[in-house]
T-cell receptor, first 113, second 112 residues
Framework: DVKVTQSSRYLVKRTGEKVFLECVQDMDHENMFWYRQDPGLGLRLIYFSYDVKMKEKGDIPEGYSVSREKKERFSLILESASTNQTSMYLC????????????FGPGTRLTVL | DQQVKQNSPSLSVQEGRISILNCDYTNSMFDYFLWYKKYPAEGPTFLISISSIKDKNEDGRFTVFLNKSAKHLSLHIVPSQPGDSAVYFCAASNPGTYKYIFGTGTRLKVLA
């Protein structure tokens, strides 16, 4: 079974703080993704990575950066948190090749005050 | 521009009846579609998928239908159970990309 873990289930931060969200997977998948989920907007892709140190912007990258120094770990960084970044953040992984399914972590509910 | 749309934000169905969740898309290049189910405070879990070369895929109580000419897919759950109550997302991808585009979700409530 694929296991995708996220460092925190709930997080409360103040405006202007630097925030790190970590995602770790144990299935040796090449591709990792960060989404945010907001009511009425579904899941929107922030960034994804298809290999170590490789990244690509998704649909809403503004205000975020990412880091992938090891294959199993993909970090999402909010350089200076703002209230409009209050959201549910979901990490996902996917193998390369024919397998098309993405596996999601449990999510981090971030509140920025 | 929303390429994948779920126009019904919510749906209520009686236990034992059929649930039909709908999804429309605009990009005719999409070649693979998935349905995910999400409970509150949990990550989405994969439910069922379909390739664009098929028009139907079945897995137990879940069946996905694809109508390429109408750019429409639907998820049928028969019979519906209270444990099916969740938010359902459809997702689509283009060939040669690892990204998916998700719809906005439909909240299904199955009434006992």
């Amino acid at each position: 079974d694929v296991k995708v873990t996220q460092s925190s289930r709930y997080l409360v931060k103040r405006t202007g703080e630097k925030v790190f969200l970590e995602c770790v997977q144990d299935m040796d998948h090449e591709n990792m993704f960060w989404y945010r989920q907001d009511p009425g907007l579904g899941l929107r892709l922030i960034y994804f990575s298809y290999d170590v140190k490789m990244k690509e912007k998704g649909d809403i990258p503004e205000g975020y950066s990412v880091s992938r120094e090891k294959k199993e770990r993909f970090s999402l960084i909010l350089e200076s948190a703002s209230t409009n970044q209050t959201s549910m953040y979901l990490c996902a992984t996917r193998a390369s090749g024919r397998a098309r399914e993405q596996f999601f972590g449990p999510g981090t509910r971030l509140t920025v005050l | 521009d929303q390429q994948v749309k779920q126009n019904s934000p919510s749906l209520s169905v009686q236990e034992g009846r059929i649930s039909i969740l709908n999804c429309d898309y605009t990009n005719s290049m999409f070649d693979y579609f998935l349905w995910y189910k999400k409970y509150p405070a949990e990550g989405p879990t994969f439910l069922i998928s379909i390739s664009s070369i098929k028009d139907k895929n079945e897995d137990g109580r879940f069946t996905v239908f694809l109508n390429k000419s109408a750019k429409h897919l639907s998820l049928h759950i028969v019979p519906s159970q209270p444990g099916d109550s969740a938010v359902y997302f459809c997702a689509a991808s283009n060939p040669g990309t690892y990204k998916y585009i998700f719809g906005t979700g439909t909240r299904l409530k199955v009434l006992a």
